[in-house]
């Protein structure tokens, strides 16, 4: 009789992984990648296909076939949990078309933000794009829940990502809304976390940021662009570096249930080569926004 790994050892398999490729970098976040359930987050999914009509198709999939759901969760891919509603059609049984709207990010990219975010014990956290509630996982794991706050555009990712979380002893705050407009209530916070794509930083993330913190940001500046690490200057900008980890994602939108037009999707973190790679401009190249 064949027998495949169970949750606990895929995870920590996924973990050494992301430590050989240099995704992770620190025992901290090896030890929390080793021990958060991806799996428990994302129970379904959408695969992409082309039909011959060469039209996306997004065939959903979810956790009936144990082995097929737990190879792919604990894969380095990138996982469709989400369609636009306006767009999507039924093509088949289980088959859809239309416009990615959320996703569960690829492990290796979420770990190498994390990296790149440089948290410290004590900091508190703003992740903007809640999604299933994966990466507040991470960070509730990493920093203790007290400390991490979360938010995203649809109100019924962030009530679904809190029910998960609470099933693991997760009670971060979670709140829904334009994460543009920062969190709300106000607050403010060590580190700033975007999992969408911005043209600028809102002046609300600057202003909910506490003396000597940054924020990570996918910025959007056209024909480049790519994920930058932003801290505050004497003279009242922000000073933004490319970080080592490059990826891109999803605009954020204003409205929890339509792009508008179809978006970008997320593509994968790179090392700096290979049509991913982004930005043109050099690592390390400062940009200023004020």
Do not use: K
Not at 5 to 30: F, K, Q, T
Not at 53 to 64: K, L
Not at 82 to 91: D, H, K, M, S
Not at 233 to 246: A, K, P, S, Y
């Amino acid at each position: 009789m064949t027998t495949h790994p169970e949750p606990e050892a895929r995870m920590r398999a996924l973990a050494a992984d992301l430590v050989r490729d240099g995704s992770i970098r620190s025992p901290e976040w090896e030890s929390v990648f080793a021990s958060v359930p991806r799996h428990h987050f994302v129970p379904r999914w959408y695969e992409a296909a082309t039909d011959p009509r060469g039209i996306t198709v997004w065939n959903e999939r979810d956790d009936t076939d144990r082995e097929a759901w737990l190879r792919t969760v604990y894969s380095d891919a990138t996982l469709v949990t989400g369609l636009e509603p306006g767009t999507a059609e039924r093509v088949g049984d289980r088959a859809w078309t239309g416009v990615a709207t959320s996703s569960s990010t690829q492990p290796g990219l979420m770990a190498g933000m994390l990296e790149d975010l440089r948290v410290g014990d004590g900091h508190r956290v703003l992740e903007i794009g809640t999604g299933t509630g994966y990466n507040a996982a991470l960070l509730s794991a990493r920093l203790g829940d007290h400390l991490v706050h979360s938010m995203d555009i649809a109100p019924e990712l962030v009530e679904t990502a809190g029910r998960r979380l609470a099933a693991l002893g997760f009670r971060p705050a979670l709140a829904h809304g334009d994460g543009r407009a920062g969190f709300p209530g106000g607050g403010r916070f060590d580190r700033i976390i975007a999992t969408c794509s911005v043209p600028r930083l809102p002046d609300a993330w600057i202003g909910q940021l506490l003396p000597g913190g940054s924020i990570l940001a996918n910025l959007d500046l056209g024909i480049a662009g790519g994920l930058m690490r932003f801290t505050p200057e004497q003279n009242g900008t922000m000073l933004g570096r490319f970080t080592v980890t490059t990826g891109q994602f999803m605009p954020a939108r204003a409205d929890a249930l339509s792009y508008g037009s179809a978006p970008g999707f997320p593509t994968p973190r790179t090392r700096g080569s290979g049509p991913h790679a982004s930005p043109p401009t050099p690592s390390g190249a400062p940009i200023r926004s004020g």
